[in-house]
């Protein structure tokens, strides 16, 4: 049996707005095991992101529990958990969120400056994330000179350059074109395989849903089995 | 803070770890360059803000260069006023006042009491330091002066014309326009010549030529006169004071009062560095030749009231501008610095997403505050050189000040220490304008941030 990374336990997530008070997940239960590529799909507005950030420990449940490796780490301040996500999490982003100044390999490396102090492990990290990602002849190049695909698989090895135990994408393909998509998933998927990574993706596109071995689909606040 | 519970988990087995794992809550040292050149790379991403923000900085900087240089200059020319000319016609301290011990300090019993005897001993005593170019003697004197109809009191003073004249020719070193000491010379030609100030030789109608009589009491407390010849009409600057002003040869003066004594002796060094060795040394060498001689050494700050007050109220002045002017720049770095952050919202929450904390956030804009600090440090130093060379080049004349009757010409002192400390204060005006990045980033949630558009 799968040893559990990840836990939500009865989470709710309220929004005030002016008129009234929205809810978005609504007593929700996950366990996410070692490993896992799992995906959450869901119509526009049904609370993937939200559901996301709670799991990528960028946001907090109104209410309910957040377990990592067992351990509650629900009361812990957002500030307090940077230092968790810079061990544990990776992100990739639908619109990639690199830093526009920095080359592919500055952008690999920037987030290992923060966990290494060994310059040379640093960079055979990041030389064997972007050979990894078939960017191994551009890693000095510039974003501006990246394709939208390219510029995703510098995220991927961004993200998966510490190695992190959990990954999470929010719709990492939605802007890109089929063929891209497929391959960029397709990564994701290898990747989180050869480095016992749990990949955490967020999406509508069914073709993408077909590569995840969980697959979840958010309905009212509340997540009901795929298939 | 993380609790018990957490930190066990972070110590967790399965926790991903390495020898060399650092704290995100740290800026490794070693790294501190990569971000020192994000820094720099991200003031090419704004590059009209960051260039309207060098130039606040530099124009900040090159503004205070050029009122400092403008100060150093003004308190330069003032202490060589004071120490070649003075500024109530008493004539330049010198660098060095030699004096009766109690001169000063305590009341006479009789005129001149305190006066110095023995001038020719204490003339070559003085005269034999290496470091001694010349020695003034003076001797205060007043009393009234009538050209026969009018009589009107005066106050001046007994004195070398040769050597008080090439004292205030040193002034021509500041403003080679000046003349000054010439007016002196002709005082030399004649043994009872007199010097008038402007306003009181207009009173006597007198002029060069004239025969007056000057009269004063003699230190034995009897009413003396003796003849006296206009050998030339001259002005101290000061209005007033050239109402009563006169001067005469050291010997005419000794004459009127019946004394072989003179009030003080002002020496002028070769240079004016290390004064304070100098004045030591002078100090030495008189207690060993003139031992008896109850002597006092003032140097010229000791004596010159004006220049100190002047001083403290132009460093007042300044120190009151520079604030304001830093605060400006800082000010005017603050809303730029504002506009820069709000423009990467969604890359900071990217940053902070990925586990950076915020003080490292922080760090990266304030790196790039101080590099706009730096460059606009240079750009206001290259500025401050080519306004300060036009300004000197063109020998600007000032306006006379109120009293005075001459104008001066305005220049720009050169690079001193002062540039400095200026550099540092626009550097960290500049950087604390970071300060408005802290308070913007503070208020951003990660969501928030990473859904900005």
Known sequence: ?227 | MLDQHTLKFYLSPRKITSPGDVSAHQIPGIYIYKLLKLSYRNLFRNRRGAAFAITIGAAGFAALSIAMGYYQYIMYGLEELTIRNGFGGEGGSGHVQIKDIHAGLAEESYAYEFGLGNVATLMKALGDDPDVDYILPRIEIGGLISNGDKVLPFKGYGIEPATEARLRNGLSKIDPTALAGNEILPLGREDTGILLGRKLALALHAKVGDALIMYGTTVDGAINGTDVVVSGIMSTGINQVDKYYLLTNIKTAQQLINTDKISYAAVMFKNREHLDEKQQRLSDTLKARLPLAPLRLLDWKQNAEFYTSVEETYSSIFIFMGVIVLLLVALGCWNIMHIATMERVREIGTLRAIGLSVPVINMIFFLEAMFIGVISVLTGFLLHLLIAALINEYRIMMPTIPGMNRGYPLRINGVSIYHLWLSAGIIVAISCSSLSSFLAIRKLSIIDSLEHT
């Open chain 1, 1 to 227: 049996m799968s040893e559990i990374l990840f836990q939500l336990k009865n989470v709710s997530k309220e929004f005030d707005t002016k008129a009234e008070q929205v809810t978005v997940l609504r007593n929700l239960s996950l366990n996410i095991n070692y490993g896992d590529f799992l995906t959450i799909a869901g119509a526009s507005g049904s609370g993937k992101s939200t559901l996301l950030n709670i799991i990528g420990c960028i946001d907090k449940p109104s209410s309910g529990s957040v377990l990592f490796s067992g351990y509650d780490i629900t009361g812990i301040s957002l500030d307090d958990l940077s230092k968790y996500r810079l061990q544990n999490i990776g992100y990739v982003f639908q619109s990639f969120n690199l830093i526009p100044v920095l080359s592919a390999y500055e952008n690999v490396e920037f987030p290992l400056l923060f966990r290494y102090q060994e310059k040379k492990k640093i960079r055979e990290k990041v030389e064997h994330m972007l050979e990894r990602v078939g960017l191994k002849d551009r890693m000095s190049y510039p974003l501006a000179k990246l394709s939208g695909g390219q510029r995703q698989r510098v995220a991927i090895a961004r993200a998966l350059a510490g190695s992190p135990r959990l990954v999470v994408a929010d719709e990492p393909t939605a802007s890109l074109d089929r063929d891209t998509t497929l391959s960029i998933v397709q990564l994701l998927k290898d990747m989180g395989t050869e480095y016992n990574t749990t990949i955490v993706l967020a999406t509508h596109d069914p073709e993408v849903i077909r590569y995840a071995g969980n697959k979840y689909f958010l309905r009212e606040g509340n997540l009901v089995g795929y298939y």
